[in-house]
């Protein structure tokens, strides 16, 4: 009996680190693909940071896996390096 309330608190334990991170990797593929929707369509997006900052991009660009975010800064286009895990909120506009 003891052997099987080990068990039930052991897949407890598991179930309640692995509901998290399901729900980061299903964040982080959903904020993937409104990127690759913005780059394959070209259109431009809004970008939220985790620290509530909004940046407006005119292009995002997609190389080796990596996304930039293409922004018009004093007549020159920048283009900023997007890491996805720091990004809140992607919205298309």
Do not use: C
Request: net charge positive.
């Amino acid at each position: 009996m003891m052997n099987t309330s080990n068990k039930n608190i052991e897949s407890q334990i598991f179930l309640f680190w692995s509901v998290p991170s399901i729900s980061k990797i299903k964040d982080y593929k959903m904020k993937s693909d409104l990127l690759r929707e913005a780059n394959a369509h070209l259109k431009s997006v809004r970008v939220v940071t985790r620290k509530n900052e909004t940046v407006k991009f005119k292009k995002i660009e997609l190389k080796d896996g990596t996304f930039y975010g293409l922004k018009k800064i004093k007549g020159e286009v920048k283009k900023m390096l997007l890491n996805i895990n720091l990004i809140k909120a992607v919205i298309l506009l």
